[in-house]
């Protein structure tokens, strides 16, 4: 989830539209590798803005935050017979600002942020923008929830090692637990990616990811189970959108970003998360289609349908098979 005032969104493109339309390229298969397909339109992609969302390790419960009245909520949904139920307000979410939530790979736990106070009875978090001015209850820390049974254990947040600044956004679990996430550096007012170790049943110091140059921004990791790869998102120029790109682990070094190209990153692609196969990936977009004319009536029935799901120009979710990238660096 890109931290808020990250920048404002390119122009969209204009696409041509078409009847049943769930991707960019509405004449392509949506399964096919590398075009980007709306994940399930009309019930966790519909009417509200909707981020960041991750899966159990069996792929069959989903976790994403939804924005309403300025606020953001963890909401829930089970996959049945292949069709998403209607979303539910997260046991451990409803009360707070919450948002960018990450399963850890086995399914054990979540990381998550939220404005929440740290100790009980306490107030929201506030932020201190890079400007110096306070942003009351805008603050966010990483807090971490357990799998229990079927349920749910109580949240608690991240050690004070992780949570040295009330900025802290995007995190991402590797298999052996250690966890990536975005952090501000006042230095150059620009956000990187930090990864904390978890070893000895605790989280080392964060050490930043050593990806990029120090003035560019880096946010919203979505690391691969085994750390071998690393999708985020890149504010390469001042005033720029966000575009999402993917690094590959060469040693203990990172190789140089590469862009996921226009069909993902045309209209301000953003929190990125990786599926549970570790190779399908999902974002946010606004994207949304235009209508080419003259068109027939059919086609205007259709997109009008479309807009009443989800096609109207907030954020949803879109998911991606990385097929292409991957297999390209495994020649």
């Known amino acids: 989830m890109i931290a808020p005032a990250f920048s404002s969104r390119v122009d969209r493109l204009r696409l041509l539209a078409a009847a049943c339309a769930v991707s960019f390229h509405p004449w392509a298969p949506a399964s096919t590798p590398g075009v980007p397909e709306v994940f399930a339109p009309g019930t966790i992609s519909a009417t509200g803005n909707v981020n960041a969302i991750t899966f159990s390790a069996d792929g069959d ?72 001015r306070v942003h009351p209850g805008a603050g966010s820390h990483l807090w971490r929830v357990d799998k229990v049974g079927s349920g749910w254990g109580e949240p608690h947040a991240l050690p004070a090692i992780v949570n040295d ?122 994207a949304t289609f235009q209508a080419g004319y003259p068109r027939t009536r059919e086609q205007t029935l259709a997109d009008l349908e479309r807009a009443r799901l989800w096609d109207n120009g907030n954020s949803h979710l879109w998911m991606v098979r990385l097929d292409p990238w991957l297999e390209r660096r495994q020649r």
């Not at 996959?79 to 539910?88: A, F, H, I, L, Y």
């Not at 966000?242 to 040693?251: D, E, P």
């Open 61 to 132: 419960w989903a976790w994403f935050d939804e924005v309403a009245g300025g606020g953001s909520t963890i909401m829930q949904s089970h996959r049945v017979d292949g069709t998403w139920s209607r979303p539910e307000i997260a046991a451990f979410s409803g009360e707070w600002r919450d948002l960018d939530p990450a399963m850890s790979p086995d399914g054990s736990f979540i990381v998550f942020c939220s404005n929440r106070p740290d100790v009980a009875g306490g107030k929201p978090l506030d932020a201190r923008g890079f400007d110096g």
């Open 165 to 286: 600044d009330t900025r802290l956004y995007s995190p991402s679990v590797a298999r052996d637990g250690t966890l990536w996430f975005q952090h501000p550096d006042n230095s150059t007012h620009t956000y990187h990616l930090l990864r904390s170790e978890w070893r000895d049943g605790h989280y080392q110091k964060p050490v930043a990811v050593a990806i990029g140059p120090a003035e560019v921004d880096e946010r919203d990791p979505a690391v691969a189970p085994d750390e071998s790869f690393v999708v985020f998102s890149t504010k390469p120029a001042a005033r720029a959108d966000g575009r999402l790109v993917i690094s590959f682990r060469q040693g203990s070094r990172w190789s140089t970003p590469e862009d996921l190209g226009e069909a993902v990153n045309h209209d301000g692609a953003e929190g990125p998360h990786l599926g549970a196969d570790g190779r399908t990936l999902y974002f946010d977009s606004t």
